[in-house]
């Protein structure tokens, strides 16, 4: 196995291992970690049947299901399809350009998400991410100490937009799924390490008035999404792409809906829920 680190400020590729014979738990413990110090990691040339993907999955956490029915595999409901078809509806399409953290609209949020690269566009499609550790520890003391033990309050399509982005408003889920309320600043549960925890659902902290709170998440998204904590990554085929959504934001880029070879994209998701077997575990 060997590691190297991504181009930007984090993030770590790793070659030279074989996920569809080995995930044995020496392999798996180093990918963990590896993640966990990293907040992002690629594991490049595999080539996984959807059973050995959802295993490799269930080793991060408990994968959740997604609510939106159509996108989810009807034989592995853990993967979720993400796709650029020219039959895509409109309202299904760049439902996530916008800076955020997966799930955060729930009561539990996504600890880790993961993608499988088959099809790859020549041109768009990128991902960016945001470090919300490092975003963190730039902070001013006075800062931390204002938002460290603050609550936000979440829902769908809640934060203030900034310029670029595209929060889709869903009405009908935005009420299934009311406010939610998690810490502003998350203790990693497994490294300790402290992060902003914003996501693209925050719109205010309990006990601010409502402008107060709406101002400060906006700074603090302001903030993370700064050049200096952001790395990009286009998923290719073959590449496992994953992130942890505790110590991290992503938007998505423009993409061009398209069935023509050359520019579709075809990606398959897990994002799992709780801690990986092996960290809950005594080790
Ligand atoms: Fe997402």
């Known amino acids: 196995m060997r590691m190297t680190p991504l181009p930007g400020p984090f993030g770590i590729a790793v070659d030279g291992i074989d996920l569809e014979r080995d995930q044995s738990e020496t392999t798996i413990r180093a990918l963990i970690e590896a993640l966990h110090e990293h907040q992002i990691l690629v594991v490049r040339g595999q080539s996984l049947s959807n059973e050995r993907y959802v295993a490799f999955g269930r080793n991060f956490g408990r994968p959740l299901s997604f609510f939106i029915q159509s996108h989810v595999r009807n034989d592995h409901p853990e993967m979720i399809r993400i796709g650029n078809a020219a039959a895509t509806p409109a309202r299904y399409r760049d439902g996530a350009m916008h800076w955020h953290s997966d799930s955060s609209y729930e009561d539990e949020p996504a600890s880790v998400t993961m993608f499988y690269g088959i099809e790859a566009p020549a041109v768009g499609g990128e991902t960016l991410i945001a470090s919300t550790v490092l975003a963190y520890d730039a902070l001013d003391d006075a800062t931390k100490a204002r938002i460290d033990s603050l609550a936000a309050l979440h829902c769908l399509g809640g934060s203030p937009e900034l310029p670029g982005e595209k929060i889709p408003a869903m009405a009908e889920e935005i009420a299934r799924n009311g406010i939610k309320r998690h810490p502003l600043v998350m203790r990693h549960p497994v490294t300790g390490r402290k992060a902003i925890f914003t996501s693209g659902t925050a719109f205010g902290a309990e006990g601010l008035e409502k402008e107060e709170g709406r101002a400060l998440i906006d700074e603090l998204r302001r903030h993370i999404t700064s050049p200096r904590f952001v790395t990009r990554y286009k998923i290719g085929v073959g590449d496992l792409f994953l992130w942890d959504n505790f110590q991290t934001l992503h938007s ?32």
Request: glycine share 6%; charged share 25%; with cysteine.
């Open 252 to 283: 998505a880029t423009p993409i061009e809906y398209s069935d023509e070879p050359g520019k579709r994209r075809l990606l398959y998701r897990i994002s799992t829920k709780g801690l990986p077997p092996l960290c809950a575990a005594p080790s």
